[in-house]
């Protein structure tokens, strides 16, 4: 029983550690960079929907519909103000570019919320929903369909909208675009948006489920950047089994020996993956298929 | 000193390298001088430790991050372990702490290899991100290593009290391993092997394809970075008599070595001097002139942001551009074809 609990438990965080990862996956098939700022940005989503807790007494699950639109702006934004002037100088430049980003976000929060770990605490947070002996808490499963929801939807826009195919395309091959007409920069900046939007989104969801506080962002940029190394860059799919893997094995940590080591799983599990499979999961799978 | 590194990069290899030394030795040697001329400046003394503190970090960061492009975002790990080798040994054995400063250093090579290897080998920013996770594990290693290993070694989170050490010699151990970090980074931007670097850096498929063994120099890059980190991490265990996992493994530690290189210049020689010289003055005197422990942060990363969008060669880029505008001016040459 306790590992059929702990196999849902994990299933159910994997939907927020999916939603977290795929901004950064799309960013980087996109734009070849990795957005260090994309857990600042998921932990000012989470204090946006504190925010609008507080004040308005909004729920986290309904904010996410107004933190979407805002943090996509924001993206945009940082796109055009500060990455752009960047693309096509080594990759350090952008790394320490959004490192910088991600310090002034940290920093700010730090300033107007201070220290401090907080918590959004609807009515229901303490409800459970009992299928046999397992018990399973409510807001675990509202925030996994709503990641689930959130990755459908942009499944469904990046296979059939134009724009959608213009970003696929450009992760692909980003000449090729420029030459059959694409407007890189723009389908970039939008890339860049709906990366920031499903880092906001994400950190509106984590608020149900995990306190927080302006600093926690390091740990999560570490476990985001695990799950799509293991998970594969650029697909939804190996993004989700990665989110589950790297959630059971947590955990399993926590479960088996000291809650303290959780921490330690995300970078044991990407110093193993990078020793043993450095294609992540999709070159394991296609491995096989030829053997 | 900034005219002198001016007028020396003009001058031919040689002499420019025998000028950078004779510099190097004669900073070293007057701040040497401080604990003699006036035994009683501890101010000053405890300022200059930290100075030549921050440079010894910033400049074996460099090494890594700035010839090599491979940015670290956990070189706190390299520099715990070394104050903890350090640190552990003088507790256990009654060692003079100077005595282990190399040991200190090569442990922190020997670990940096060891989490290095596998992230290195690989393309792109796995170094930079697993360099985020080498620095939270090395933290939690630190906590819980008596716990885990049964043993009483790192006293985890109540911290490791040392004895009392004689500030002077720790001040002459501070200079002389500043003046070992600054040759060590003269001598590899010089170097055939600091050439290969700096062909890794600028585009890893073409430096592999000219024959640069380009994972074995990254790794020898992170090896000597951290036995930097490490020597200048058991000088901090002989001076503060004090460890604790917080402070040693802080990210504000491996924030404040990402940003006095960067900020002072990239893969340059004086750039993390400069970047040094700016951090400890700073962090000096912020906490009289700030109240809120946060502006800070928000000062370095807006700083960051500028730098890397206007000048990536950060101080010493300015202090270049500013030189060659003075000479246009004086000299009135026509601008030269670059």
């Known amino acids: ?221 570490l476990k985001s950047f695990t799950i799509i190394v293991l998970g594969g860059l650029e697909s939804i799919p190996g993004i989700a089994v990665a989110s589950f893997v790297l959630a059971l094995a947590e955990n399993l940590t926590v479960t088996l020996s000291k809650p303290a080591l959780e921490n330690l799983v995300s970078f044991v599990l990407l110093v193993v993956v990078l020793v043993v499979m450095p294609g992540g999961l999709a070159a394991l799978v296609r491995r096989r298929r030829l053997a | 000193m900034t005219a002198v590194v001016a007028r020396a990069q003009r001058l031919p290899r040689s002499a420019r390298i025998w000028g950078q030394v004779a510099i190097v030795l004669l900073l070293g040697g007057a701040i040497a001088l401080i604990p003699i001329i006036d035994e009683r400046s501890f101010n000053l003394q405890r300022l200059t430790f930290f100075l030549l503190w921050y440079a010894t970090l910033a400049t074996g960061w460099n090494i890594i991050g700035g010839y090599a492009g491979q940015i670290s975002f956990g070189h706190a790990a390299f520099l715990g372990m070394g104050a903890y080798t350090t640190g552990v040994i003088w507790f256990t054995t009654k060692t003079d702490p100077l005595l282990t400063v190399p040991v200190a250093g090569a442990a922190a090579a020997v670990y940096s290899v060891l989490v290095g290897a596998p992230t290195l080998r690989l393309r792109g920013p796995y170094f930079a991100i697993a360099t985020i996770g080498i620095g939270e594990a090395t933290r939690l290693l630190a906590v819980n290593f008596d716990d885990i290993f049964g043993v009483t070694l790192t006293h985890g989170v109540t911290g490791l009290s040392l004895p009392n050490y004689d500030a002077a010699r720790v001040h002459y151990g501070m200079v002389a391993v500043f003046i070992v970090a600054m040759l060590t980074t003269i001598w590899v931007r010089g170097s055939r092997f600091g050439l290969g670097l700096f062909a890794i850096n600028m585009d890893v498929d073409a430096a592999e394809t000219v024959g640069v063994p380009t994972a074995r120099l990254q790794i020898a890059a992170l090896a000597l970075s951290a036995f930097l980190s490490g020597a200048a991490g058991a000088l901090y265990a002989a001076r503060q008599q004090f460890l604790d996992p917080g402070s040693m493994f802080g990210f504000d530690r491996s924030i404040a070595l990402v940003l006095m290189p960067v900020v002072g210049g990239l893969g340059t020689v004086w750039g993390p001097v400069f970047g040094a010289v700016l951090y400890s003055v700073v962090q000096d005197q912020i906490q009289s002139l700030v109240r809120n422990p946060y502006l800070p942060t928000l000062i370095y990363g807006v700083l960051l942001v500028l730098i890397v969008i206007f000048e990536p060669l950060g101080i010493a880029g300015l202090l270049s551009r500013a030189s060659d505008a003075a000479r246009s001016l004086v000299r009135r040459r026509p601008e030269r074809v670059r």
């Open chain 1, 1 to 221: 029983m306790r590992l059929a609990e702990a196999l849902i438990s994990a299933l159910l965080v994997a939907g927020l550690y999916a939603t977290m990862s795929y901004g950064l996956a799309l960013i980087y098939g996109v734009m070849k960079i990795i957005n260090l700022a994309n857990a600042g940005t998921m932990m000012l989503g989470a204090f946006a929907t504190f925010v609008l807790w507080q004040q308005f007494g909004i729920d986290p699950l309904l904010s996410v519909l107004i933190v979407a639109p805002i943090f996509f702006a924001l993206g945009a934004l940082i796109e055009a103000a500060f990455v752009r002037r960047v693309a096509g100088s080594a990759p350090i430049i952008s790394l320490l570019l959004l490192f910088g980003v991600w310090l002034v976000m940290q920093s700010l929060a730090s300033l107007v919320f201070g220290g401090d770990v907080r918590a959004v605490r609807p009515v229901y947070v303490q409800d459970v929903i009992r299928v046999g002996d397992i018990t399973i808490a409510y807001t675990r499963l509202a925030v996994f369909l709503a990641g689930a929801i959130i990755l459908v939807a942009l499944e469904l826009f990046l296979r059939n909208s134009f724009l959608g195919r213009a970003i696929r395309a450009l992760a692909q091959d980003r000449d090729a675009c420029a030459l059959s007409g694409i407007d890189t920069r723009r389908v970039s900046m939008v890339a860049f948006g709906l990366g920031t939007a499903l880092a906001g989104m994400a950190g509106s969801l984590l608020t149900l489920v995990f306190p927080f506080d302006p600093d926690f962002g390091r740990l999560f940029q």
